[in-house]
Nanobody
Framework: QVQLVESGGGLVQSGGSLRLSCTAS????????MAWFRQAPGKEREFVAV????????YYADSVKGRFTISRDNAKNTVYLQMNSLKPEDTAVYYC?????????????????WGQGTQVTVSS
């Protein structure tokens, strides 16, 4: 059982930046595909970004491309989401997810483990 703990959320003004972190309990962290999803009030959970196990490939939702960067440090069992040029529409609870499926996995059902979520609020 992999436990994921997110941190780094908060309140920021439009145009600002935040860096989310997600630390895993499992020593096999480096073998997992890692992703970030988000869920705004009244909306379904949506894909944000994914990074493969070796950190040599990333993929982003069109809505965040060019503003968000996903990265990972396998030595620290941690995946990051650097969020720049934040907009009010980025307001959501952000979740990290871990799965064994290879490739640019964008469907939430393909992930096996989830964190508890961290709130990001962007004020206009």
């Amino acid at each position: 059982q992999v436990q994921l703990v997110e941190s780094g959320g908060g309140l920021v003004q439009s145009g600002g930046s935040l860096r989310l972190s997600c630390t895993a309990s499992d020593r096999t962290f480096s073998t997992y595909t890692m992703a970030w999803f988000r869920q705004a009030p009244g909306k379904e959970r949506e894909f944000v970004a994914v990074i493969n196990w070796g950190a040599f490939g990333t993929y982003y939702a069109d809505s965040v491309k060019g503003r968000f960067t996903i990265s990972r440090d396998n030595a620290k069992n941690t995946v990051y989401l650097q969020m720049n040029s934040l907009k009010p529409e980025d307001t959501a609870v952000y979740y990290c997810a871990a799965g064994k499926k290879l490739g640019y996995v964008v469907l939430s059902n393909d992930y096996d483990y989830w964190g508890q979520g961290t709130q990001v609020t962007v004020s206009s």
